[in-house]
C-alpha cells in the first residue's frame, strides 16, 4: 500500500534538482552572445581536458619520480645488491599499488631481477632484452615510455624504462586504470564525455571500454588529426563529428612528455541547448526552480533525516545483538515498511537464536553420550582382544562402565550357577548387603536379578523399597544395605535364548534410568556375553588343541615305532629301545622296561630311563618264572592290566615293593602283550610321584604293546620266508632269477606287483620263452596282473575262468599243463577258446603252471614260445618253482597288510 511513495519522492526531487541546475547553468550561458557561449563551452572543455591531462601527466611523472631513486646503485657484492633492489622494487609497489612489475636488467641487457604483484618474484632469470626498445631507448640515458597495452584483455597497461647509474636499466609495468578513471569520472553536460589518445591516434582511454579493448584508432577524425599534426596558420577545431559521426563540440589538451592527447566532447545540441530559448523565459523558470529545489530539498532532508536516522540507530543495535529493540516509525512510507520489516526479522533472529542455542546444546549433550558409550565400547572390546583367557578384567570393565555411562550409583554383574546366582563383579559406592548377597544368592522370580534370569527381559524398577512393601519382589536381599538404593535395572545376559547371567546397575534415588540407558545396559550385557562367551571358546581350543597334539605325538610315536619295525625286519630289540623310549616320554613316566614271555620264563629285553642300580638288580633276577608278587608278572599271568597309583600302599605286590623303595618309585602300570590271545610278554612303566596313569596313556601302551607283538611276529615271519627262500636257493643255486625275485619280495613286503614283475620277466628270460604272463583268479574271471616278452596282448586282460582255454584249466585243475603245438588239431579240439584267440599263430609251444595256496588256484603263470620248440622237465620245474614264489609273494604282502592293520 506504501511501496513506490519513497521513490516518487527522490525521483521529483533529484529530477528538480538536476533541471535546476542544468538551465541555471544555461541561463548563465545565455547570457552572453552566442559567440562568447561557444567560446565559454570550449573554453570550460578545454579545461577539463586541462585538467585532465594533468592529472594523468602528475600521474605519470609520480610515478617517474618514485623509480628515479631505483636506478641508483646498490652498496655491497652482487648478492646483496640484488637483494637490496629486491626491497626498493617491494617498497616501490607498497607507495605505487600501479606499479605491478619492476625488473632489472644489467648493462647487456639481461634479466637479474623481477619483482612482481602477479607472479612469482624472479631471480637471475638472465632473459635476454637487449634488443627490446625499454632497453634500448633508457639506455640513451633518458626516460622511456613504452606505448599502451592490455594484459589479459582487461586493463590499460605501459612500460616505463629508466637508465640505471652506472648502466643497467629499470622498467616498470604500469596499471593505467587510474587514467581510465580519470577520464570515466569526468562528466560533460548529459552525454559528453571524455577520452584519450596516444601519438598514433589509438584509443587508450574512453568510458565505453569496449572501444579501448578494440583498439579503436580515432586517427581518421578531424579534431584528432589537427591535434596531433596542427597544419600551418589553421585554428583549433571546435565543432566536429566524433567516433558515432554526431555532431560535437570538442577540445583538447596535449600531454607533451608521453606525446598524448586527452579530448572533451560535448553533443552539438545538448552544448547550446540553452541558447535556444528565450533568456527572460529561462532565467524565470531557473529562478524558479532554484527556489523549488531549495524548499524541496530543506523538506525532504528534514523529513528523511528523521527516519533514516532511527532506522540507523536501530540496526546498530541490531547488530550489536539487542534482539529485544524495536524501531517505531511511522512515516506511512516505505521507510515505516522497512522499519516494520526490521522488526519482524529481529523477531525471527530472536526465535532462531533462542532455538538454534536449544539445538546446539541438545547436539553437544548428544555427541558427549556418543562418545563417552564409544569409548566404554572400545575400552571394553580392547579388554576382551587382550584378555582371551580370563573373562574377570572384562566383568570388572563393564561393570565401571555401566556406572559411569548409564549414570548409575553401582553396578553388579551375576553369573548362572546352577540354581543360583554369583557375584562375579561389582563397582559402585552402594554398600553391599552382609548376609549373603555377598556372592551367591537363589534364583527366584521374588528378586529383580532372578526374575530377570527367569524371564530373559530387561526389567526397570522405578521404586523398588516401594515394590517390595505392595509384595512385588518379596526374595529380594535384605540386611545392611539393603535400603540404600532405590531404582533398579536388570538386564540379563543371554546366549542362544539361554540366561547364563544378569547386570544390575542400582540408584540410590528414585530417578529410573533412560530409554539410552536402558539400551545402553542392553549392550553392555551382550559385551559381556561375548567375553563369557570368548572365554570359553578359546579354553576349548585349547584343550582341543592339548588333545589334538597329545594324539598326534601318539601318532608320530606309532609311525616312528612302525618306520623302525619296517626297517628292521629281522631285528625285534630296535623295536623294543623305540617303544621304550616312546613310552616314557608320551607317558609321563620315568623309566618303562619290556620282558617277554616264552611260556615258562619272563626275559627282561629292553628297557629306558632305569637306573644303573635298578639295571643291575633286574639283569640279574631276569630270565625267571612270571610271580604275582610283582606288577608285570601278574599281568602276564592274569592276562590284564595291572595298574596301581601307589605300590607302597599295596600289599599285593611286596617285591616290587623292595625294587621301588630302593628307585623311589610310587605310581606304577603293566600291560600285557598278546599273540593269538595268549600273553607273550608285558611293558611296565613307573613314575616317581604317586599319580595316577590316565585312560589315554594305558590306551597307548596296550598300542605299544599290540606293536611289539607285531614287530615279534614280523621278524618270524620275515625269518620264516628266509628259510623259504633259502631252501629254494640251495636246490636252485643255478639259477639266479630266483634270488633276483626273493631281492624283489624282500625289498617290496607291503606290493605284490614288483615281484609278479619279475617273476613274469625272470620265467620268460630264464625258461628261454618268448613272453611270460601271470593272471590271477577273481571269482568267475582271471586277470591279466604282469606280462613280459614281446608277443602282443592279443588276449584281453579280464576273461572268463573256463575250461576252455589251457590257463583256466591249469587253475580248475590244479596242475600244469604244457601244450607242444597249441596249432595240433587235437589241442584245437581240446582248448576251442584258446585256439579262436590264437588263430594267426602268433604262438605255438604253451606252458601254464596253476599259482597254488592251500589246495586251491589263485592263479597262473604261462610261458610262451613263438615256435615249436616244447619246455624241457627242468623248465617246467622251475617255472612251479616261480608260481611258487609269486604265491610266497602274495602272501608276504597279506600277511602284512593284516599286521598293518592290526597297529591302525
Not at 306 to 319: D, V
Not at 688 to 705: K, S, V, Y
Amino acid at each position: 500500500m506504501r511501496r513506490g511513495r519513497l521513490a516518487r519522492k527522490y525521483m521529483a526531487v533529484l529530477v528538480a534538482l538536476v533541471a535546476g541546475i542544468l538551465v541555471a547553468s544555461g541561463a548563465i550561458e545565455l547570457r552572453s552572445s552566442y559567440v562568447e557561449n561557444e567560446a565559454a563551452l570550449v573554453a570550460l572543455h578545454r579545461e577539463k581536458a586541462r585538467g585532465a591531462a594533468a592529472r594523468i601527466e602528475a600521474f605519470i611523472h609520480e610515478i617517474e619520480l618514485q623509480l628515479v631513486w631505483t636506478t641508483q646503485p646498490p652498496l655491497g657484492g652482487p648478492a646483496a645488491a640484488l637483494a637490496q633492489r629486491r626491497l626498493d622494487g617491494v617498497r616501490l609497489q607498497r607507495q605505487l599499488p600501479p606499479v605491478t612489475e619492476l625488473s632489472y636488467l644489467d648493462a647487456a641487457g639481461r634479466e637479474q631481477l623481477r619483482v612482481s604483484r602477479l607472479t612469482m618474484d624472479l631471480i637471475g632469470g638472465q632473459t635476454d632484452y637487449s634488443a627490446e626498445p625499454k632497453f634500448r631507448e633508457a639506455r640513451k640515458g633518458r626516460t622511456w615510455f613504452g606505448p599502451v597495452y592490455f594484459r589479459k584483455e582487461s586493463e590499460p597497461y605501459m612500460t616505463i624504462a629508466l637508465p640505471q647509474v652506472g648502466g643497467g636499466v629499470t622498467a616498470a609495468e604500469v596499471n593505467l586504470k587510474f587514467i581510465w578513471d580519470v577520464v570515466s569520472q569526468m562528466k560533460v553536460g548529459t552525454s559528453g564525455l571524455a577520452y584519450a589518445v596516444d601519438g598514433g591516434g589509438a584509443l587508450i582511454a574512453h568510458p565505453d571500454i569496449s572501444l579501448v579493448l578494440q583498439k579503436t584508432s580515432l586517427a581518421g577524425l578531424p579534431q584528432v588529426k589537427a591535434a596531433l599534426a596542427p597544419a600551418p596558420g589553421t585554428g583549433e577545431i571546435t565543432i566536429a563529428r566524433d567516433v558515432a559521426g554526431r555532431e560535437v563540440l570538442t577540445a583538447h589538451s596535449p600531454i607533451p612528455s608521453l606525446g598524448w592527447v586527452v579530448f572533451v566532447e560535448q553533443p552539438l545540441g545538448e552544448a547550446f541547448a540553452p541558447v535556444r530559448a528565450s533568456a527572460w523565459r529561462i532565467v524565470l523558470l531557473v529562478a524558479f526552480g532554484v527556489a523549488f529545489s531549495i524548499a524541496a530539498s530543506v523538506v525532504l532532508g528534514r523529513r528523511l533525516a528523521r527516519p533514516i536516522q532511527a532506522l540507523q540507530q536501530g540496526a546498530a543495535k541490531i547488530g550489536a545483538g539487542e534482539l529485544d529493540h524495536r524501531i517505531d516509525l511511522r512515516t506511512g512510507d516505505e521507510l515505516e515498511a522497512l522499519a516494520d520489516e526490521f522488526n519482524r526479522m529481529t523477531g525471527r533472529l530472536r526465535e532462531s537464536h533462542a532455538t538454534l542455542e536449544q539445538k546446539v546444546e541438545d547436539r553437544t549433550r548428544e555427541l558427549s553420550e556418543s562418545l563417552e558409550q564409544q569409548t566404554a565400547t572400545s575400552e571394553i572390546l580392547g579388554i576382551i582382544s587382550s584378555s582371551p583367557t580370563d573373562v574377570q578384567p572384562v566383568l570388572d570393565a563393564v561393570a565401571r562402565n555401566a556406572v559411569r555411562v548409564c549414570g548409575g550409583e553401582d553396578a553388579l554383574i551375576l553369573l548362572v550357577e546352577g540354581d543360583v546366582l554369583r557375584r562375579v563383579a561389582h563397582t559402585g559406592e552402594l554398600p553391599l548387603i552382609a548376609d549373603g548377597e555377598n556372592r551367591r544368592r537363589p534364583i527366584t522370580a521374588g528378586s529383580v536379578a532372578g526374575r530377570a534370569v527367569l524371564e530373559r527381559r530387561t526389567l526397570h524398577v522405578a521404586d523398588i523399597q516401594a515394590e517390595s512393601a505392595s509384595g512385588e519382589y518379596p526374595d529380594r536381599p535384605r540386611g545392611p544395605g539393603a535400603e540404600g538404593f532405590r531404582t533398579v535395572l536388570a538386564t540379563p545376559l543371554a546366549r542362544e535364548d539361554t540366561a547364563i547371567g544378569v547386570i544390575v546397575i542400582r540408584r540410590p534415588e528414585v530417578r529410573p534410568f533412560s530409554d539410552k540407558q536402558v539400551a545402553l545396559l542392553q549392550t553392555f550385557a551382550d559385551q559381556a556375553v561375548i567375553a563369557i562367551e570368548n572365554v570359553r571358546l578359546f579354553k576349548e581350543l585349547e584343550a582341543r588343541n592339548a588333545e589334538l597334539t597329545e594324539a598326534l605325538s601318539q601318532q608320530t610315536a606309532t609311525s616312528e615305532i612302525l618306520q623302525v619295525i619296517s626297517s628292521s625286519p629281522t631285528d625285534v630289540q630296535p623295536v623294543f629301545d623305540a617303544i621304550a623310549s616312546s613310552a616314557v616320554r608320551l607317558c609321563d613316566g620315568q623309566h618303562c622296561s619290556l620282558f617277554q614271555f616264552d611260556g615258562e620264563l619272563q626275559h627282561f629285553v629292553a628297557h629306558h630311563g632305569v637306573e644303573p642300580a635298578t639295571l643291575a638288580a633286574l639283569q640279574a633276577r631276569y630270565p625267571r618264572p612270571p610271580q604275582r608278587t610283582t606288577v608285570t608278572g601278574r599281568a602276564i599271568l592274569d592276562g590284564a592290566v595291572v595298574h596301581v597309583p601307589n605300590i607302597v600302599d599295596d600289599p599285593r605286590f611286596p617285591e616290587s615293593q623292595t625294587v621301588t623303595a630302593v628307585a623311589g618309585y610310587r605310581a606304577v602300570v603293566g600291560v600285557p602283550m598278546f599273540r593269538d590271545r595268549t600273553t607273550v610278554g608285558a611293558i611296565f612303566v613307573v613314575r616317581q610321584e604317586a599319580r595316577p596313569f590316565t585312560d589315554a596313556q594305558i590306551a597307548l601302551l596296550r598300542t605299544f604293546a599290540d606293536q611289539a607283538v607285531i614287530a615279534v611276529q614280523n621278524v618270524r615271519l620275515f625269518k620264516e620266508l628266509e628259510a623259504r627262500n633259502a631252501a629254494l636257493t640251495e636246490s636252485l643255486d643255478q639259477q639266479t632269477a630266483t634270488s633276483e625275485i626273493l631281492r624283489v619280495i624282500s625289498s617290496s613286503p607291503t606290493g605284490v606287483q614288483p615281484v609278479l614283475d619279475a617273476v613274469a620277466e625272470n620265467a620268460a628270460r630264464v625258461c628261454g620263452a618268448t613272453d611270460a604272463l601271470i593272471v590271477r583268479a577273481e571269482g568267475d574271471v582271471m586277470r591279466r596282473v604282469a606280462h613280459f616278452g614281446a608277443l602282443p596282448l592279443v588276449l584281453p586282460e579280464v576273461r572268463p575262468l573256463t575250461r576252455n582255454t589251457i590257463s583256466g584249466r591249469a587253475m580248475l585243475e590244479g596242475r600244469t599243463i604244457h601244450i607242444a603245438d597249441v596249432l595240433d588239431p587235437a589241442a584245437v579240439h581240446e582248448y576251442p577258446e584258446h585256439a579262436a584267440i590264437n588263430a594267426r599263430g602268433l604262438w605255438r609251444t604253451h606252458l601254464t603252471a596253476p599259482l597254488m595256496r592251500e589246495g586251491a588256484a589263485i592263479g597262473a603263470i604261462t610261458i610262451r614260445r613263438a615256435e615249436v620248440r616244447p619246455f624241457t622237465d627242468k623248465q617246467i620245474a622251475l617255472l612251479q618253482t616261480f608260481a611258487d614264489q609269486a604265491v610266497i609273494a602274495i602272501e608276504n604282502v597279506r600277511l602284512f597288510t593284516e599286521l598293518q592293520a592290526r597297529t591302525t
